[in-house]
């Protein structure tokens, strides 16, 4: 996994547009964060304020993100207004987003988080899990008790996620990655059943079970999410997978930085063990090894793989 990227997520028995609304509102960290205090409004979407993770204040700023299908925003920070260094992206997620159909209300938060290790400290380093948890746990109590909830409400689905750095440009991974026709090249677990297009077409799993694969591409302006849906027609059955991929000069807001992070988004039915599909989130890890395998290769990087699973900071 990789290790500068921090995943966050909790359902949350309130409504998306509620959950976006609040959200989008800085002066409201000041009730479910550990201690980031707005103290000054610098612009509409701008504050100054306190921090959980420094002595020092930080500059806020909030960036909407806009797509047909889910809430999104965007958390900036940094100690000077205007450059900033860390970057929060949120998901909003209806249940009807993750299982089409259900009756399920509410909505499925996923918060990500990315530290430059150019600049972290071993403070950030070592608190950022249990302080995003907590906070996400304050997050989801206020706004269940403002829906009327007593206790801490379950959703029936869980999330979990898979991140790998990928030392290749932006543009040489997306135009890999959203094309369903490399999917036999990097998918181990399927293979092609007919022509397959850019954009969908039909598989057949280990099983030899029918899956129609469909890929979207959704351009947020400074990296892309694309939606990844397999779907077994013998079983009524999706399994959704939306994936971010961010370039590390944005992730981190280090210009020097190289190549890109793929976070692959991934929902999980709680108490049922999955018979369909992926069964474990292994699965997913296992096909984002291949992905960068091959994008690496195809970058001319081919000492980066050895490394790991995570961006380091280049030899002096």
């Known amino acids: 996994m990789e290790k500068n990227t921090f995943a966050t997520s909790a359902y949350i028995a309130t409504s998306p547009e509620i959950a976006f609304d609040y959200l989008c509102s800085l002066k409201n960290l000041d009730e479910w964060t550990l201690f ?5 409004q610098i612009d509409e979407n701008t ?8 002595q020092r204040d930080l ?5 909407k993100i806009e797509n047909p299908l889910f809430f999104g925003i965007e958390w900036h920070c940094g100690f000077e207004y205007q450059k900033y260094f860390q970057v929060y992206p949120v998901l909003l997620f ?6 089409p159909g259900t009756d399920e209300k509410g909505v499925y938060f996923h918060w990500l988080s990315f530290v430059d290790p150019a600049r972290r400290t071993p403070m950030i380093m070592e608190g950022i899990h249990t302080v995003h948890t907590s906070e996400c746990r304050s997050l989801k109590a206020i706004l269940e008790r403002n829906a009327g ?12 996620t898979d991140t790998i750095y990928i030392d290749a440009p932006l543009d040489t991974a997306i135009a890999y990655l959203q094309d369903l026709r490399n999917l036999d090249e990097w998918a181990h677990l399927l293979r092609a059943d007919g022509e397959v297009s850019s954009e969908s077409g039909e598989f057949l799993d280990e099983y030899n079970q029918k899956v129609k694969v469909t890929f979207r591409t959704h351009d947020l302006k400074n990296y892309y999410l694309v939606e990844q849906d397999y779907f077994y027609p013998e079983y009524n059955f999706i399994q959704r997978s939306p994936v971010i991929l961010i370039p590390c000069a944005y992730a981190f807001g ?11 988004i991934s929902f999980w039915e709680v108490g049922k063990a999955p018979r369909h599909g992926k069964l474990k989130v292994e699965d997913f890890g296992a096909e984002s090894m291949n992905i960068k395998r091959f994008l690496e290769a195809k970058a001319g990087n081919f000492d980066t793989f050895a490394r790991g699973m995570s ?5 002096a």
């Open 311 to 315: 961006y380091l900071l280049p030899s």
């Open 47 to 54: 504050w100054r304020g306190t921090a959980s993770g420094y």
């Open 94 to 99: 209806p249940p009807e987003y993750v299982e």
């Open 36 to 40: 980031s205090r707005m103290i000054e």
């Open 149 to 160: 909830e007593t206790q801490a409400a379950q959703g029936r689905y869980k999330i979990d």
């Open 59 to 63: 500059f806020y700023h909030v960036r």
């Open 254 to 264: 280090n210009s020097e930085a190289r190549g890109c992070i793929q976070h692959r």
